[in-house]
């Protein structure tokens, strides 16, 4: 069993930047992939971000070059660094740990981009 808890969510203006963090507790964080998630309203979940046990990272195309995952075994934690934010990225951001068949989810928080 994984527990998550993210944090660093908030109200930023379009163009400012914003750092989510993930941590993990529970088990081996590092034998873990792990990726993030977003969900607007009325829209369907999607994968935003992914980081591999190696570190090989994967982002969708609407935020390649602006947002970049990265983790810290050491401290079983996940960052995402989220740059020249636009509204379109305003969502709850889940934090996901996957291993096997076996997934993980904290339970979201809340970026907003608005002027």
């Known amino acids: 069993q994984v527990q998550l808890v993210e944090s660093g969510g908030g109200l930023v203006q379009p163009g400012g930047s914003l750092r989510l963090s993930c941590a993990t507790s529970?088990?081996?964080?590092?034998?873990?992939?792990m990726g993030w998630y977003r969900q607007a309203p009325g829209k369907q979940r999607e994968l935003v971000a992914s980081?591999?046990?190696?570190?090989?990272?994967n982002y969708a195309a609407s935020v390649k070059g602006r947002f970049t995952i990265s983790r810290d075994n050491a401290n079983n934690t996940v960052y995402l660094q989220m740059n020249s934010l636009k509204p379109e990225d305003t969502a709850v951001y889940y934090c996901?740990?996957?291993?096997?068949?076996?997934?993980?989810w904290g339970q979201g928080t809340q970026v907003t981009v608005s002027s």
């Open positions: 996901i740990a996957a291993y096997g068949s076996s997934n993980y």
């Open positions: 529970g088990s081996i964080f590092s034998i873990y992939a």
């Open positions: 980081i591999t046990s190696s570190s090989s990272t």
